[in-house]
């Protein structure tokens, strides 16, 4: 049972243009969500955090929305560049309870074209 | 600070073979992970440990034993290699509320059974 799932597996963007990468998962005792970006032969390097008790949190050009009702969370990035051309993962654990059982999305290959 | 070390980087290994492969972290983490990364797949978590001593399996555990004697080093132990363990394993640490519990990733163990 996958319980957290990012169903597009690759999106193309213009440079300039926003990247909206999109997450679900159904596990309702989820708080805490990690966005991670991964460049071939490396290790996944953070990106931006939330919390369950907000709604939205900015970094930069990065920012992740959280909608609770729905179990959906999505990355917004603006403007593209070509350098962020990589695979995002989010990430999802139940840190009230204690566990920091991170749960890992399939992921979503951007590429963005210049 | 050199953050988590994974060795070795590559290893071809024949089936029934068996092998460990090491994570060791200097930033006294509490909490370490090994994930697995098939070819076009996202992360799957195989163990974790919250600690010295403590360990439990995650969504892939089969096939795999962990250790955790120090903080610092949580090695990943296959015993009798299978074809369906060829994966990239990653090992990362997880850093407490002052690093907004985010996970620090090593730069992986690319492993062939063949």
């Known amino acids: 049972d996958q319980q957290v799932k990012q169903n597009s597996p690759s999106l193309s963007v213009q440079e300039g243009r926003i990247s909206i990468l999109n997450c679900d998962y159904t596990n309702s005792m989820f708080d805490y969500f990690l966005w991670y970006k991964k460049y071939p032969a490396e290790g996944p390097t953070f990106l931006i955090s939330?919390?369950?008790?907000?709604d939205k949190n900015e970094d930069g050009r990065f920012t992740v929305f959280l909608n609770k009702s729905a179990k959906h969370l999505s990355l917004h990035i603006v403007p593209s560049q070509p350098g962020d051309s990589a695979v995002y993962f989010c990430?999802?654990?139940?840190?009230?309870?204690?566990?920091?059982?991170?749960?890992f999305g399939t992921g979503t290959r951007l590429k963005v074209l210049a | 600070n050199a953050g988590v070390t994974q060795t070795p980087k590559f290893r071809i290994l024949k089936i029934g073979q068996s092998m460990t492969l090491q994570c060791t972290q200097d930033?006294?983490?509490?909490?370490m992970y090994w994930y697995r990364q098939d070819p076009g797949m996202g992360l799957k978590l195989i163990y974790y440990?919250?600690?010295?001593?403590?360990?439990d399996k995650g969504e892939v555990p089969n096939g795999y034993n962990v250790s955790r004697s120090t903080t610092e080093d949580f090695p990943l132990r296959l015993e009798l290699a299978a074809p369906s363990q060829t994966s990239v394993y990653f090992c990362?640490?997880?850093?407490?509320?002052?690093?907004?519990?985010?996970?620090?990733f090593g730069s992986g163990t690319q492993l062939s059974v063949l």
């Open positions: 939330i919390s369950s008790i907000k």
């Open positions: 990362a640490s997880l850093g407490g509320a002052s690093t907004n519990e985010k996970l620090f």
């Open positions: 930033m006294n983490h509490n909490y």
């Open positions: 440990s919250v600690g010295a001593g403590i360990t």
């Open positions: 990430a999802a654990s139940a840190i009230s309870s204690g566990t920091y059982k991170y749960i």
